[in-house]
């Protein structure tokens, strides 16, 4: 189903329930794939995912169409991974490099996420970039998403994207040729 579709059909009261989960249907993969690539425990991204959906439920009738629906909803996911990464580290008064190892472990310890040497070693790479790099990073080279899109989501200009992506590959391959 469309998401015009979806959105006329939540606008009634009588299909409300019916379109919203045929919404979490068609997104809520995506967007758990996209937190968990960010906050790694399994545990945490499913929360997260609920938040999200939880704040779509109740944000859904004010959406403005200025945006495209999955933009919106990537935005609202985008913006609970780095609180929740940012309160992370406030609450545990931890510094980054702590909260960058206790991820890494997670990543060992994780079938999904763990793969083969190469992949792991990737994936600690990226975790070892600061926050909006590495998902700036995740979002170009995992989802494939185009400049304009992660503009559109980030509230960044495109140029700040592209210079953000290229510094973060930079990073990744040094981190790679010290491992």
Same mark, same amino acid.
């Given at each position: 189903?469309?998401?015009?579709?979806?959105?006329?059909?939540?606008?009634?009261?009588?299909?409300?329930?019916?379109?919203?989960?045929?919404?979490?249907?068609?997104?809520?993969?995506?967007?758990?794939?996209? #937190?968990? /690539?960010?906050?790694?425990?399994?545990?945490? $991204?499913? +929360?997260?995912? !609920?938040?999200?959906?939880? =704040?779509?439920?109740?944000?859904?009738?004010?959406?403005?169409?200025?945006?495209?629906?999955?933009?919106?909803?990537?935005?609202?996911?985008?913006?609970?991974?780095?609180?929740?990464?940012?309160?992370?580290?406030?609450?545990?008064?931890?510094?980054?490099?702590?909260?960058?190892?206790?991820? #890494?472990? /997670?990543?060992?310890?994780?079938?999904?996420? $763990?793969? +083969?040497?190469? !992949?792991?070693?990737?994936? =600690?790479?990226?975790?070892?970039?600061?926050?909006?790099?590495?998902?700036?990073?995740?979002?170009?080279?995992?989802?494939?998403?185009?400049?304009?899109?992660?503009?559109?989501?980030?509230?960044?200009?495109?140029?700040?994207?592209?210079?953000?992506?290229?510094?973060?590959?930079?990073?990744?391959?040094?981190?790679?040729?010290?491992?």
């Amino acid at each position: 189903m469309e998401d015009k579709e979806l959105l006329e059909k939540f606008a009634q009261p009588e299909s409300r329930n019916l379109a919203f989960n045929q919404l979490v249907r068609k997104y809520q993969q995506k967007i758990y794939w996209h #937190i968990r /690539k960010m906050v790694i425990d399994h545990d945490d $991204a499913d +929360d997260l995912t !609920q938040d999200v959906f939880v =704040k779509v439920w109740k944000n859904l009738e004010n959406f403005r169409h200025d945006a495209q629906l999955y933009t919106w909803i990537y935005r609202i996911a985008t913006n609970e991974c780095l609180s929740f990464l940012s309160s992370k580290k406030r609450k545990f008064f931890l510094p980054l490099n702590d909260v960058t190892a206790e991820l #890494i472990e /997670k990543v060992e310890a994780s079938p999904e996420l $763990a793969g +083969d040497e190469i !992949q792991q070693k990737l994936q =600690k790479a990226i975790l070892r970039l600061p926050d909006k790099q590495r998902l700036v990073f995740n979002m170009k080279y995992f989802d494939g998403m185009k400049y304009e899109e992660m503009s559109d989501i980030l509230g960044t200009s495109v140029g700040a994207l592209k210079a953000s992506y290229h510094i973060a590959v930079k990073k990744i391959e040094e981190f790679l040729k010290l491992d």
